[in-house]
């Protein structure tokens, strides 16, 4: 786990030494053990060390295979490396050390830039063809590894963060306003924008090629390719469904996945929130490392009110802590913790995304006073069902387009179209431009299914969630996590995993969709009770098979996810700081929102009429964002 930077002038101009030092430099928090630049020419890479395995100089980057035509900076871990290895030496290959690090750098010498196909872990990497003047950008699979990069003319640069490629000179920092509208619709953003004009995320799955291609005699440009290598498929399998082999096979590969994630030469704990995923990780993961550490977070709920009282899983972790016997480590936030934390958050998450993500910046300052490495529960919801009252929505859906307008308006997070055409009224004279429902839509081009069958609607919604909200869960948990150099690795994405969570089918996943299905739009009762309460409905395979390692109340629990009571602080605690912030005019989300349009939504909250919370925490996380980077 590392932070990798570089720059290439494809018009052959040098590169300073001291700017790829620069770069590399804005993110040695990702890599506290070391850091190494390789500059060539027109050609500088960087990278910060976090050293986890095999922490000699033989791990070393920027590296370099035998032959010298392959230069390599690496971000991740590959948990499948030793069978790789052994692969590779089967063909002839030698080995100076013991890293990932030497088995991904050979792995690409010898199958080319196809084998990140091979890779079972996370990571992000950069790979320069001395022989063939080219670059390669890759990114794993489900995108757990960030990777940045940006195009001005014949320069081409890329980080770990986007500080790496602002610490270049005179690099422009402009506001980039289609992805704000596509941020304050879905509280995310699903494109490859952010919301810095000139960088741009390299998808998750894919892989990119860029290369100085002459056009004639006199012309040429940057030639860049975006190779899609790896997506999700969510579908129902055809054969016969027998439950008990389907268990069976998912408690085989959950525990395989969890051993793989253990290899590791320093310390490692866990998150334990008192939920089922990372109680079901700690368990297994126990049964190797007695005395364990674990991790949680708690909040002090005196003036939280409601479903907020159920928020402090505290307790619960210390009674599975105690099933385990791990070394259990604790400690609990206050309203005052999210003003105070603020301005870090946004300098390290460097662009707003899904939830109120302050409580896992303390979570990862907790853990990393302990350990170098964390396992995390993260994507156990996502593949296996854990938001029924969010799918149940879409199971009577009469056809592709019906199901893109009821899934479109419940993922308005924010603020609904209405509101926005006049929030970004002073910047946007035509507000026909304010509909972002295209972009919503265009997620699915590549998930092509048949949608016969309302289990096939439901696959269709675990896959926007694992492609969008999953995706933006784990920008942030990288984020955090590295902001205090600190691994996070997340074992519900073993790479064999996943293959068995899509062909799972949809009812070994949720518990009551012949109920879901014939509910009658007459029927008298709030249609909210039927269709989105909160259940233990979700993850029913998942529960079947974890019950063998963790108590039977964990395992059955209602779904709680990690948040906190800020809808209470709001209008409480951190109520001078909310007006304080967001009621000065000349804030600076004011430059492009209208305060006539943004304060009445607030209002609303403060006044206990709606609930505009994750409005008011990403008002306030902008309002960050833009002081530190524009």
């Not at 890779?119 to 950008?137: P, V």
Request: glycine share 6%; charged share 25%; hydrophobic share 40%.
């Amino acid at each position: 786990m590392c932070g990798i930077a570089g720059l290439v002038r494809f018009d052959g101009s040098p590169v300073a030494p001291a700017t790829v030092e620069r770069m590399t430099q804005a993110i040695a928090h990702r890599g506290p053990d070391g850091s190494g630049h390789w500059v060539n020419a027109s050609v500088g890479i960087g990278h910060r060390r976090l050293a986890i395995i095999d922490p000699t100089p033989t791990g070393h980057q920027p590296m370099e295979c035998q032959n010298r035509r392959f230069i390599l900076s690496y971000n991740g871990e590959v948990y499948n490396y030793r069978e790789l290895r052994s692969q590779l030496i089967s063909f002839g290959h030698c080995f100076r050390g013991e890293s990932d690090t030497e088995v991904v750098l050979t792995a690409l010498a010898h199958w080319g830039i196809e084998a990140i196909r091979r890779f079972n872990g996370m990571f992000a990497l950069a790979l320069w063809d001395r022989q063939q003047s080219t670059l390669y950008l890759a990114r794993d699979r489900y995108g757990v590894k960030p990777l940045y990069y940006a195009r001005r003319g014949f320069d081409f640069s890329f980080g770990s963060e986007q500080k790496a490629i602002l610490a270049q000179p005179d690099f422009p920092r402009q506001l980039n306003l289609p992805a704000l509208l596509e941020y304050l619709t879905f509280q995310n953003l699903f494109t490859d924008q952010t919301l810095l004009s000139e960088i741009r995320m390299l998808p998750a799955g894919h892989y990119l090629v860029a290369r100085l291609e002459h056009l004639d005699a006199a012309t040429s440009s940057v030639d860049i390719k975006l190779v899609r290598y790896w997506d999700y498929c969510f579908h129902t399998p055809q054969e016969p469904i027998d439950r008990r082999e389907y268990q069976e096979e998912l408690d085989r590969l959950f525990k395989q996945a969890v051993q793989r994630q253990l290899v590791a030469d320093v310390e490692l704990g866990a998150y334990l929130s008192g939920g089922m995923d990372s109680g079901s990780i700690t368990a297994i993961a126990s049964q190797s490392f007695p005395y364990l550490k674990s991790f949680t977070c708690g909040f002090d709920l005196s003036s939280a009110s409601g479903i907020e009282l159920g928020f402090d899983e505290r307790a619960k972790a210390e009674a599975l802590s105690a099933c385990f016997k791990t070394e259990h480590y604790e400690m609990v936030l206050k309203a005052g913790d999210m003003e105070r934390c603020l301005p870090q958050l946004a300098w390290h998450l460097e662009e707003p995304r899904v939830g109120q993500s302050y409580p896992n910046l303390y979570a990862a300052k907790l853990a990393s006073k302990f350990v170098k490495v964390v396992l995390s529960g993260s994507g156990g919801d996502e593949l296996f069902g854990g938001y029924p009252w969010r799918y149940y929505r879409n199971v009577q859906s009469l056809n592709f387009e019906h199901f893109i307008d009821q899934y479109y308006l419940y993922w308005q997070r924010l603020v609904d179209n209405r509101y926005l055409k006049a929030m970004f009224a002073p910047v946007w004279s035509d507000v026909s431009h304010v509909w972002t429902r295209d972009i919503f839509r265009d997620v699915f081009a590549t998930h092509q299914i048949e949608l016969k069958r309302p289990e096939d609607y439901i696959n269709h919604s675990l896959y926007f969630e694992a492609k969008t909200f999953l995706h933006g869960l784990f920008v942030v948990e990288d984020k955090l996590s590295m902001a205090y150099g600190l691994e996070s690795r997340v074992p519900f994405m073993d790479n064999d995993l996943v293959d068995f969570a899509m062909r799972c089918p949809v009812e070994m996943k949720l518990n009551q969709l012949d109920t879901a299905f014939r509910v009658n739009e007459n029927d008298p009762r709030n249609k909210q009770s039927v269709y989105f309460q909160k259940t233990s409905d979700g993850k029913q395979i998942l529960r079947d098979v974890m019950s063998r390692y963790i108590p039977a109340q964990t395992a059955n629990a209602i779904k709680q996810g990690f948040s906190s009571p800020d809808a209470s602080w709001f209008k409480g605690e951190s109520i001078d700081f909310v007006r304080r912030t967001l009621y000065d005019k000349s804030a600076r989300i004011y430059d492009v929102l209208d305060p006539n349009a943004v304060l009445p939504r607030i209002d609303e909250h403060l006044r206990g009429e709606l609930n505009r919370r994750l409005l008011i925490w990403s008002l306030l996380n902008l309002e960050a964002w833009m002081r530190a980077y524009l």
